[in-house]
């Protein structure tokens, strides 16, 4: 049976042939001889293993194959219409590049005609971005293998955005390239990240390609198809799903490298942060089938698209049903919680004593997040309104209390806080534990925990196990995680080789306010990388979202300050800005743009609408219904397949969409009022999380982004 190797060009298809393709390719893998595929030669073509196959009568299958490994191969380079294919197949040859090792597929084309004087002499004198960066031709091509005809093209580019228009024309290892050295990055730097090296040729020329089809920069552009359901998703996935197959190498080395400890993985929204994290949960599962792995996140939903994102990449991949089963546990942090003191059962006295200082009567039962409120609506207080408020007093005993095993007011006096950034005096810290033990007091009412103690009270009960529940812990999200989610996860598994990967982004912190891993037992010393390719986004799409954080005090998990110096794989329309003065007047905004892009053809679940609040949500739902438009409101739900989704950007976290309308809104009032009576400290850190917030939702646009304010 013939090996499918899949090019990312030819899994780019127009909905209209995708099935059929796909039946071809399925017949071909099976028996290439089949005589309704008219697996053909071409006569005068550059390369003697060219050839075509018949997809139906108008469409054929441009490939080559290849005698290598014992086996046959066809490498699929494209769909086209029957003339087309026959005339590309003429042109084209597939071969190893003789610098940096790496497939290459030319086309052999007239040779391009020089400008007139006339026409040079109007061109306007730009010096091109490449000589303004020092770069050599020379190098470009006899370090980094790129085609001449590229380096030209590139050292006359006289900007960044023509560099950028050249590299998406060049997919693969070659557009790569091109989009590092714009961004500036030095040519060994990319030889390292890349992995660039000359090939050591065999004497068989098929042998040298497939060698060079497995290199980890070529898998930025070709993947072995394993079976037939894994060409089913790449078909039906197309650009989408291109995550799921076509890695990059910096990506492949993240997911399949061994660490002595605690690694972290930075980077902005689109760099590929959760696709290492799900590629890297394959691994170490295929690595050991007895391997009890953990992948969590934040929030239910997010979890919820973690395991759907594992079973796309591999249906095949056991997901266990319970902590502690061999296979991959999918699950929210604080669902994992739950599941510690479940099974754990009546053996909680221990830990909640440790914790809290006392038991509580139904610890699997959450307490009601109006608590805070209700406590301080029941309880007097000399304190401040700037200290009186709910956000101050559940940030105090999610970071210093509970984390510290504080029990009572001399507990809390002696205490350190670090990185709270709001000085207590002696008097005001015993006001604030006046208010923290009448809330504890309503709690042991009802017996229940919340979401903090629980993490707290199941970290501190594995800690007392002698065997722990898994082998791996593998975290989306990091910057979202509460120092108590910290302790859990620290518990969960023994420190060893491999144990925690956590990746994170403090750009898209828009839960809970910052935290150091090392205050809570994961020692990351030095096991951290960043990645800056972001592979969602247009350039210009990006630009616009980095202008929404730029200037931000950010910090990430280890207390440094995070960087930017993104940069995009693709180009596209600039954001179109648009200004409301009314609700009516935003919401035939969101009709509008809504209405062309169905209109020109965009299917409905590629197409979203990002609002403030619920409010704003359900009056845009109830506006596009009544213009004939199918949307729905997603709120824990996933995003409805063949209809418009409309969702908080909040619950937009971890989607990505073709096109997107981005209502940023006004804040209301009472939003207002409540800023205001935050110390300034909390206050900075909560605007920050607001601009976070418009980040990650201006993110979500892969290719047309439509930003509607209110004046």
């Known amino acids: ?400 209390v509970v984390p510290n095993k504080i029990h009572d007011e001399a507990g809390y006096l002696r205490v350190r806080r670090p990185g709270r950034g709001i000085a207590l005096d002696r008097a005001k810290r015993s006001a604030v534990w006046a208010l923290i033990a009448a809330y504890r007091a309503q709690c042991r009412v009802d017996g229940s925990l919340d979401f903090v103690e629980a993490a707290a009270v199941a970290a501190t009960h594995l800690a007392q196990q002698p065997q722990r529940p898994t082998d791996h812990v593998l975290v989306d999200e990091g910057q979202d995680l509460s120092p108590t989610h910290w302790q859990l996860l620290r518990a969960l598994v023994s420190e060893h080789a491999d144990d925690m990967f956590v990746a994170e982004d403090s750009h898209q912190r828009i839960y809970g306010t910052q935290t150091v891993l090392g205050r809570y037992g994961v020692a990351i010393v030095g096991r951290s990388q960043r990645l800056t390719l972001n592979y969602r986004t247009t350039a210009q799409n990006l630009h616009y979202a980095l202008s929404i954080i730029e200037g931000g005090d950010y910090v990430d998990l280890e207390a440094d300050p995070e960087a930017t110096g993104y940069r995009s794989a693709r180009t596209g329309p600039a954001p179109t800005i648009e200004a409301a003065s009314s609700l009516a007047d935003e919401l035939e905004v969101i009709v509008r743009h809504v209405r062309q892009w169905l209109d020109a053809g965009d299917p409905p679940d590629t197409v979203a609408v990002l609002v403030p609040d619920r409010f704003h949500r359900d009056r845009v739902v109830t506006a596009l219904v009544e213009q004939g438009v199918d949307a729905r409101a997603v709120d824990r739900d996933r995003p409805p397949a063949e209809r418009v989704p409309v969702m908080t950007m909040h619950r937009a976290k971890g989607t990505e969409f073709s096109k997107v309308v981005l209502v940023t809104g006004k804040p209301s009032h009472g939003e207002l009022e409540r800023l205001a009576s935050l110390d300034p400290t909390e206050r900075a850190d909560a605007e920050l999380r607001a601009r976070s917030l418009r980040y990650v939702a201006a993110t979500r646009a892969r290719d047309q982004l439509v930003v509607l304010t209110r004046n």
């Open 1 to 400: 049976m013939p090996t499918i190797i899949m090019g990312k060009l030819a899994s780019k298809l127009d909905g209209s042939i995708k099935a059929k393709t796909m039946t071809f390719l399925q017949k071909l893998g099976a028996d290439d001889t089949a005589p309704g595929l008219h697996v053909e030669p071409i006569q005068h073509t550059a390369d003697p293993r060219v050839r075509t196959g018949r997809v139906d009568e108008f469409w054929r299958a441009v490939m080559f194959r290849l005698d290598g490994d014992g086996e046959t191969h066809y490498l699929i380079h494209g769909i086209w219409p029957h003339d087309d294919a026959i005339a590309i197949a003429r042109r084209v040859q597939l071969k190893v590049n003789p610098v940096n090792g790496l497939p290459q597929i030319e086309e052999t084309t007239a040779p391009a005609t020089t400008p007139t004087a006339s026409a040079q002499a109007m061109t306007p004198t730009v010096e091109p971005l490449f000589v303004r960066l020092g770069l050599d031709s020379l190098e470009l091509t006899g370090t980094l293998g790129l085609p001449q005809d590229v380096v030209d093209k590139a050292m006359a580019a006289p900007d960044e955005d023509a560099v950028l228009d050249l590299a998406q024309r060049h997919d693969g290892w070659i557009g790569s390239i091109l989009v590092d050295l714009a961004a500036g990055d030095t040519i060994q730097a990319i030889v390292n990240r890349m992995q660039l090296e000359k090939a050591d040729e065999s004497g068989d020329a098929d042998a040298d390609v497939l060698q060079s089809l497995k290199r980890p920069a070529a898998a930025l552009q070709y993947a072995f198809i394993d079976d037939q359901e894994e060409l089913r998703r790449v078909i039906e996935q197309g650009d989408f799903g291109a995550w799921r197959v076509f890695l990059h190498p910096e990506q492949r080395r993240y997911v399949d490298r061994s660490y002595s400890g605690p690694f972290r993985l930075s980077g902005g929204a689109g760099t590929g942060k959760t696709v290492v994290l799900v590629h890297r949960a394959r691994a170490l599962a295929r690595r050991d089938s007895q391997a009890r792995i953990v992948l969590t996140t934040f929030t239910t939903n997010l979890a919820d698209a973690l395991g759907e994102s594992l079973t796309q990449l591999d249906p095949r991949m056991p997901q266990a049903k319970a902590l502690g089963q061999p296979g991959v546990y999918v699950a929210g942090v604080d669902a994992l919680a739950a599941a510690v003191l479940r099974s754990a059962g009546s053996g909680l006295a221990v830990a909640m004593r440790d914790v809290l200082g006392e038991e509580r009567s139904t610890p699997v039962a959450r307490t009601t997040s109006a608590r805070w409120r209700e406590t301080l609506e029941s309880t007097g207080t000399t304190l401040p309104p700037e200290l009186a408020n709910e956000t101050f007093l559940s940030t105090e005993y999610a970071h210093v």
